[in-house]
């Protein structure tokens, strides 16, 4: 399995760590992505239920984690949320509601042998009354691509459908049948984890804090050598289970020159919300900075779960890859890691000084000839770090002798083919690796 995260599971919302989000970062595929939700984090393109014909109520599908939950077989899954006609126009915030529905549906997402789906949820605390056999049988393969199958797994409960009014349940009993046909209309690929590849990019932003003064990431990047940016929202419990334990960090971390800002996000926001919000802060002691997370920066876009915390330097660029969901106890082993690593910042004396080596990957043609421009990304236990091959195809990494790291092109031009998946692990008695890539067929 890739080491791209430092937290290596992303978390469920029905496991308590994470409280899902209704954004997913859009990518491009065949699907006309006006009329198709994009769900790049378990790999299929569908279209938007709003648009699905004889459905009086609503149904969103929401991706339950950023990137696989299970390493075998490789398991990624997205839940169904559904809201009856009756319901329907007095719901302002679906994500609030979302705890409270019955979701109709599981869809699974899967590079290996689904019989072990039981299995995969019983290990990630997915409560079912079914045993392992019926859930086998009930089973639905709406599509597949890539090595990845895709399956449905319906979750109609007669309690729920007796809650409905006549009409609202009869649609309500009907949901496998419709969302089945929509489902196997969707485009299928292999899953995109939305936050891979962010680590050397920056966070910068204008905002203002929850009292409406105006800041900036520079004015709070610039107080720490790193930043734990902690990304939360009054509606996610996991958010706010944590905060107290945030408030502990944040005044550890002042000792070693770092600390804590949180960015805070609503989808419906208003002075009663932010209110709450400055409540909230105040009964669980936080002694952090926290601002409104900004609109239009497209690595906000990525987050795919609450909460979600990046690590960034001074300058606001991020040092590895975000932990996602209320994991306090990876938080400060990370920094710690990134601290004595150094980071992305330093000069190139005080790099010197952190590794004692270097390592040069080299990307070439089929003929020998260098690759400029080639996304290559290099990962040791704990972070991993992101570079342009130069115009030799040259990227090259500082190291620490003897560790063994990994490496991945995450991106090349069109005409040559790659997959972001092959690991390329280098030798500790090497200082450098030559990848090929041949043209696209």
């Known amino acids: 399995m890739r080491k791209t995260k430092i937290g290596m599971m992303a978390g469920l919302l029905m496991l308590g760590t994470v409280c899902a989000s209704m954004t997913v970062c859009a990518g491009e595929t065949e699907a006309d992505t006006a009329n198709y939700l994009d769900m790049k984090a378990v790999g299929y393109s569908v279209k938007n239920p709003d648009s699905w014909e004889g459905l009086k109520g609503q149904i969103m599908i929401q991706p339950l984690s950023a990137g696989a939950l299970s390493d075998d077989p490789e398991v990624y899954m997205s839940m169904l949320i559904y809201m009856p006609e009756e319901g329907k126009e007095s719901s302002q915030d679906m994500m609030a509601l979302a705890g409270t529905i019955t979701s109709p549906g599981i869809i699974f997402t899967i590079k290996g042998d689904k019989d072990r789906i039981p299995d995969v949820m019983e290990e990630l605390g997915i409560p079912t009354p079914e045993d392992a056999d019926k859930i086998r049988d009930d089973l639905t393969k709406i599509g597949e691509a890539d090595g990845y199958q895709f399956y449905a797994l319906y979750t109609i409960t007669d309690e729920y459908a007796a809650s409905l009014n006549e009409e609202d349940r009869e649609e309500y009993n009907s949901l496998p049948e419709l969302v089945t046909e929509e489902l196997e209309q969707s485009v299928f690929y292999a899953p995109v984890d939305p936050l891979l590849g962010l680590v050397g990019q920056k966070i910068s932003f204008t905002s203002e804090d929850l009292d409406g003064n105006p800041l900036t990431s520079k004015d709070l990047f610039a107080e720490n050598e790193i930043t734990m940016v902690n990304c939360w929202g009054i509606w996610c419990h996991n958010c706010v289970d944590e905060m107290e334990e945030l408030a502990a960090i944040h005044t550890r971390l002042q000792e070693k020159g770092c600390g804590v800002v949180g960015l805070e996000w609503e989808q419906d926001p208003s002075e009663e919300v932010y209110q709450e919000a400055r409540d909230l802060l105040a009964e669980k002691g936080t002694n952090y900075p926290s601002a409104l997370m900004p609109e239009g920066i497209e690595i906000m876009d990525c987050i795919s779960g609450f909460p979600t915390t990046f690590f960034v330097d001074r300058e606001g660029t991020i040092l590895a890859d975000p932990i996602v969901g209320a994991r306090v106890d990876e938080y400060e082993p990370a920094l710690e890691a990134l601290l004595e690593n150094g980071s992305a910042s330093e000069t190139e004396t005080e790099k010197e000084t952190a590794s004692d080596a270097s390592y040069k990957v080299y990307v070439k043609d089929e003929e020998g000839n260098p690759l400029e421009e080639i996304a290559v990304q290099f990962c040791d236990d704990t972070s991993c770090r992101?570079?342009?091959?130069?115009?030799?195809?040259?990227?090259?990494?500082?190291?620490?002798?003897?560790?063994?790291?990994?490496v991945h092109?995450?991106?090349?031009?069109?005409?040559?083919?790659?997959?972001?998946?092959?690991?390329?692990?280098?030798?500790?008695?090497?200082?450098?690796?030559?990848?090929?890539?041949?043209k696209a067929e």
């Open 409 to 438: 092109i995450l991106e090349a031009p069109d005409e040559y083919a790659f997959d972001e998946e092959e690991v390329f692990t280098t030798d500790t008695s090497a200082s450098e690796m030559t990848i090929e890539l041949k």
């Open 386 to 406: 992101f570079g342009e091959t130069d115009e030799d195809g040259c990227a090259e990494f500082e190291i620490t002798q003897g560790n063994v790291y990994e």
